[in-house]
Nanobody
């Protein structure tokens, strides 16, 4: 049973920082990409950041460029999202995901349970 365990959310003032982590269990094989989506009430789900596990290629949504940094620790099967200069508009539930690629075909998607990030004074 594959699992993603994420943590690191919380309440922070504007301009503050948080670091999210997402650990994939070893039973999940062939992970190609991991990252985070976020969901705020009344808004569509938005891809925030992603990283290719093998090669390290990274993508960010424009609104977080220069403020967020995604990284990976392959030895721990873990990815991190360092969030700096947080804004109220960053408030959302952040969901980690892992997507597998087998024989050139996208296969399974695994999701964390979400962690709440609230940016407020």
């Amino acid at each position: 049973q594959g699992q993603l365990v994420e943590s690191g959310g919380g309440l922070v003032q504007p301009g503050g920082s948080l670091r999210l982590s997402c650990a994939a269990s070893g039973s999940i094989s062939s992970i190609e990409v991991m990252g985070w989506y976020r969901q705020a009430p009344g808004k569509q789900r938005e891809s925030v950041a992603s990283i290719i596990i093998s090669g390290g290629n990274i993508n960010y949504v424009d609104s977080v460029k220069g403020r967020f940094t995604i990284s990976r620790d392959n030895a721990k099967n873990t990815v991190y999202l360092q969030m700096n200069s947080l804004k109220p508009d960053d408030t959302a539930v952040y969901y980690c995901y892992a997507h597998t690629l087998i024989a050139g075909t996208w296969k399974n998607v695994y999701w964390g349970q979400g962690t709440q990030v609230t940016v407020s004074s």
